[in-house]
């Protein structure tokens, strides 16, 4: 039962055994519920199916597999590729699936796979208690952790896959699997290092870490044309910084919301954003040289909610804005890499688009990487999608020269087999080894995608 050869019936079928929702071409929600974050991706998938349980995972990955229809995992539907969503395909949806359940005493959370951070942070910092996630509070749970999870919270505490403790995944051939150290180690192993590669993950389970619920967190604004003296600045402050301090810089400009003074509105600035998940006190003494550097424009670090500084840049990163990114890793900032960097956002060909650096470290490890790289070309009209490409493209080529081996999954497009050995680099034959155990045939192939070797 291929594309073509799925019937009413079969449909029909399928709807009644499931307690979700199946949507398809012509109902009145298809076009809302095949949208994803991403607006330049646009498909059109066969079927959706709203997952509301593991039975109805499991019952929808048996009617994948023997109607050899291609299958698209959705989370949080973020994924920058677009791997949410496909053509003509089954999309496997867990966003009915949003569970949080947080156990103070064994300091653990249990998360369903469709589950976002905003509602982990919450269920989590009731209890002054966290783990990493991403900046972004739409941002779902699942997919970020299998690309490994960068944010404020990783020099001190690590990424977000180094927390995570077990899973319960639904394989190519239906089965529900448990991965943790106790039941399956390898299989937890390849879950944090191998994304998306292996099953559907329906549930994870996370250490968590005293948190807050208080920390010192904000961002000091620069002018942008005081970036090159800035990052000097800036890579030695950040080369001392303790752990319990994540930095992220961003050369931008300023989004036009209400919220900002009217004079920052639609700046060109460089911003360096902070949190300290320390003791206050220390916090402060750590973030002094940020606030006492070069008379900011604006000095926004201050004592927040955990919950609302991880909520900062989600007005600035909408649902429906086309979006195409590059990444890498920066071994150091040197000045040759600043000038490229400086450069490059002077280029900068939308008042959307914008270039970060994530301060890696302590905990953070990623190879021998001190930073992370994202090139965002963001855009609204698609005619001027090959303009805005363009500018991301060559940015990142101009920068590459001054990289580290190796790429952040999460920040990746569709960049094909010889990005994904880089970025898979550590332990690759071991990943592919766990490939062809779980997904033989690569059901699982709509992902930055490890091929299997046997079939």
Excluded at 145 to 166: E, Q, S, V, Y
Excluded at 272 to 277: Q, R
């Amino acid at each position: 039962m291929s594309v073509e050869r799925l019937t009413d019936t079969a449909i029909a079928q399928f709807t009644k055994r499931i307690q979700g929702t199946v949507i398809r071409p012509g109902d009145a929600d298809f076009d809302q519920a095949r949208r994803v974050w991403n607006g330049m991706i646009d498909r059109r998938p066969a079927l959706i199916a709203r997952c509301a349980s593991v039975d109805d995972v499991e019952a929808a990955v048996e009617f994948a597999r023997v109607g050899e229809l291609l299958v698209a995992v959705r989370g949080g539907g973020h994924s920058v590729a677009g791997h949410g969503t496909c053509d003509d395909g089954l999309v496997i949806d867990l966003s009915p699936m949003r569970g949080v359940q947080a156990d103070p005493e064994a300091r653990l959370a249990r998360v369903e796979g469709g589950a976002i951070w905003g509602s982990v942070d919450r269920a989590t910092q009731i209890h002054g208690l966290a783990v990493t996630g991403g900046i972004v509070s739409e941002t779902g749970v699942a997919g970020l952790t299998l690309g490994g999870g960068i944010g404020w919270l990783m020099r001190k505490h690590g990424l977000t896959a180094d927390n995570l403790r077990g899973a319960s995944l639904v394989t190519a051939d239906g089965q529900l699997l448990q991965a943790s150290a106790e039941e399956d180690a390898e299989l937890l192993w390849g879950l944090q290092r191998g994304g998306g590669n292996f099953g559907i993950v329906t549930e994870l389970r996370f250490r968590l870490h005293p948190v807050g619920p208080i920390v010192l967190a904000g961002w000091v604004l620069y002018p942008q044309e005081k970036s090159t003296e800035v990052l000097r600045f800036y890579r030695d402050y950040a080369r001392a910084a303790p752990d319990e301090l994540t930095t992220i810089v961003i050369l931008r400009r300023l989004p036009h919301l209400a919220k900002l003074p009217p004079f920052l509105r639609g700046m060109p600035v460089i911003a360096i954003a902070a949190c300290y998940c320390g003791v206050i006190e220390d916090g402060e003494r750590a973030v002094q040289p940020l606030r006492a550097y070069g008379a900011p424009l604006v000095d926004g670090i201050g004592l927040k909610p955990y919950v609302d500084h991880q909520t900062m840049f989600d007005a600035a990163q909408p649902p429906g804005r086309h979006n195409y990114w590059k990444t890498s890793y920066l071994r150091e900032l040197g000045d040759a890499a600043i000038d490229a960097i400086v450069e490059s956002t002077r280029r900068m060909t939308s008042p959307l688009s914008l270039l970060a650096l994530y301060q890696l470290g302590g905990a953070a490890r990623l190879g021998d990487a001190a930073f992370c790289l994202n090139i965002a070309a963001t855009w609204t009209d698609p005619a001027e999608s090959d303009g805005h490409i363009s500018w991301a493209r060559e940015s990142w080529a101009a920068i590459e020269p001054h990289s580290s081996a190796g790429a952040y999954v999460n920040f990746l497009g569709e960049e094909g087999e010889g990005q994904t050995r880089s970025v898979y680099r550590q332990g690759y034959e071991r990943l592919v080894a766990l490939k062809n155990k779980y997904d033989p045939d690569n059901f699982f192939r709509l992902n930055q995608n490890i091929t299997p070797t046997i079939a």
